[in-house]
């Protein structure tokens, strides 16, 4: 499946967008930390993942939900909050 990177999460990636073969979020994140080191200290603290990353499947927030299970047609998107405006 396609999963997109947003923000510092793509910096230190160096890609927008990478393809993954996963069946679960969790799968997602482990095969997105062995191939992009740099992001197991972004998204992760210790084991758990870090409040402030935000996780869409096609456009639904499964953020708390690690075992959400996936498929291969879908979009993950993997960003941090983001903030601006005025």
Same mark, same amino acid.
């Given at each position: #499946?396609?999963?997109?990177?947003?923000?510092? @999460?793509? *910096?230190?990636?160096g +890609? &927008?967008e990478? *393809? +993954?073969?996963?069946? &679960?979020?969790?799968?997602?994140?482990?095969?997105?930390?062995?191939?992009? /080191? !740099?992001?197991?200290?972004? @998204?992760?603290?210790?084991?758990?993942?870090?409040?402030? +990353?935000?996780? #869409?499947?096609? !456009?639904?927030?499964?953020?708390?939900?690690?075992? @959400?299970?996936?498929?291969?047609?879908?979009?993950?998107? +993997?960003? /941090?909050?983001?903030? !601006? !405006?005025?």
């Amino acid at each position: #499946m396609r999963v997109k990177l947003f923000a510092n @999460f793509r *910096e230190i990636a160096g +890609v &927008s967008e990478v *393809e +993954v073969d996963a069946r &679960s979020i969790r799968d997602v994140l482990t095969k997105l930390c062995e191939a992009f /080191p !740099g992001l197991k200290d972004a @998204f992760f603290e210790g084991d758990e993942l870090k409040d402030y +990353v935000h996780i #869409m499947v096609n !456009g639904r927030h499964v953020r708390g939900n690690l075992d @959400f299970e996936i498929k291969d047609d879908d979009v993950v998107a +993997v960003f /941090p909050p983001v903030s !601006g !405006g005025r």
